[in-house]
């Protein structure tokens, strides 16, 4: 694992080949890759206004379960109000096999930060498990980035998300990827949940629980939130057949046993994709749907924002909307204010007279604390654009990270770019 500058365009490292990275927060975002693969999964701002990015670089792409290849785990950070188009450093966490950096999450009394991510291969210290384990890091000693969990089954685990509860034992929660231990398909896409706690007089963090949900056939886990000073757990996600069909929002007690099931819909291409639990101990969730749960459809599939009561799980009021064509949310955040912001893919258009630029663009919608529409803007290149997550400052400005196959910032580089675009210095659309 090693530690670095990222190059500016037309620079070399002498430790890495170069990842070229055009424009800056002064253009309203970059774009940097590989040859290969390359990808912003998740985005966090601590209380000094300091942007940390994970993800992945070189990576090979289009196989069954993306990344492949030697991809390697990244880790930047981009300090406050910083004009310059390189991030203060990068970290790169790499085995033989493929590693990716997922979620980011802060210490709620420290403000140090970890990551969860996904690995093929094995970290020092630890062992394989099976086709693709799960792995956390964060302060060890007086390194503040060391890998301090590797674990899982004999099939792929895919981790999305990751939280501190109020006794500060870490939540990670995601899926397992399709499993084929040889020829065949043995298992579909299975949702979990896990805590971890540290152990006594170490920096090592273990397993208190593991749950595997065992749905029959698809079920997909997108989105956690944990009560920061509880121990109550929202998931959401997508179970695809059977009886439980459709997006969910599921309630775990502190020792991972289900409060509350609820469906939102019962159609099986519908999505919840993001949760967030809100002071008063409601939760908001954002996701996407073809049916109707607001005032009306707009098109194909709908953004659809909603807040339930925290004890029942009931709907407290509904916001719905889109474009005449299919949107797909992927991320929410919301500030202190109680303002929320989606981000999300879409082939129409949010922001009047936007004109689509190619396959997927990518729309950011922000709403009051009461569901009444802020803004809407719209980007596009002309290839596919896919916004992995959102963040919000403490001035309520977002920043968007993810991964384009198209000229977004600045010309391609290879299969895909990593990318970052912000609304600072921008005007909103009503």
């Known amino acids: 694992m090693a530690l670095w500058m990222l190059p500016a365009c037309g620079e070399r490292s002498p430790q890495e080949p170069p990842a070229s990275v055009c424009e800056g927060w002064a253009g309203g975002g970059m774009q940097w890759g590989t040859a290969q693969g390359d990808a912003v999964l998740d985005l966090v701002i601590d209380a000094q206004s300091r942007l940390y990015v994970a993800g992945y670089e070189g990576g090979a792409t289009g196989g069954t379960v ?63 498990r099976g086709q693709q384990d799960l792995f956390l890091g964060g302060p060890s000693g007086d390194s503040p980035w060391e890998v301090l969990y590797q674990g899982g089954s004999e099939r792929p685990q895919h981790p999305r998300r990751l939280a501190f509860d109020g006794r500060r034992d870490l939540v990670v929660a995601g899926y397992d990827d399709v499993y084929v231990p040889s020829n065949y398909v043995e298992a579909w896409e299975d949702a979990f949940t896990v805590k971890l706690r540290r152990e006594t007089g170490t920096d090592r963090w273990s397993e208190v629980w593991w749950r595997q949900f065992d749905i029959p056939g698809t079920d997909i886990l997108e989105g956690l939130a944990v009560e920061p000073q509880g121990e109550s757990i929202y998931l959401t996600g997508l179970i695809t057949t059977g009886a439980e069909r459709g997006p969910y929002v599921r309630k775990l007690n502190g020792n991972g046993e289900t409060v509350w099931f609820q469906r939102q819909t019962q159609i099986g291409m519908d999505m919840m994709q993001s949760v967030h639990v809100l002071p008063r101990g409601d939760v908001l969730v954002a996701g996407t749907t073809f049916a109707t749960l607001g005032e009306r459809n707009y098109g194909q599939q709908d953004v659809v924002v909603r807040q339930l009561d925290g004890v029942t799980g009931e709907p407290v009021w509904t916001y719905q909307y889109g474009s005449s064509e299919s949107d797909w949310v992927t991320d929410m955040a919301v500030d202190a204010q ?18 689509p630029r190619g396959d997927f663009d990518i729309f950011l919608l922000r709403l009051d604390a009461k569901g009444t529409l802020l803004q809407r803007r719209q ?52």
Not at 338 to 355: D, K, S, Y
Not at 408 to 426: I, N, Y
Request: with cysteine; hydrophobic share 40%.
């Open 66 to 128: 993306d990344p492949s290849g030697d991809a390697r785990g990244v880790l930047m950070m981009f300090e406050a109000n910083a004009e310059e188009r390189a991030p203060a450093w990068k970290k790169a966490f790499d085995t033989p096999g493929a590693d990716t950096l997922e979620a980011l999450t802060l210490h709620p009394d420290t403000g140090a930060v970890y990551f969860v991510g996904r690995t093929t291969g094995a970290f020092p210290g630890f062992s394989p």
């Open 338 to 355: 109680g303002n929320i912001a989606v981000v999300g893919e879409t082939l129409g258009a949010f922001e009047p007279g936007f004109e």
């Open 379 to 430: 980007w596009g290149s002309a290839g596919d654009d896919h916004p992995s997550a959102v963040a919000l400052d403490g001035r309520g400005e977002a920043f968007i990270g993810g991964y384009t196959s198209g000229a977004l910032v600045c010309p391609s580089q290879g299969e895909h770019d990593a990318f970052l675009l912000t609304t600072v210095g921008t005007e909103p659309s009503p």
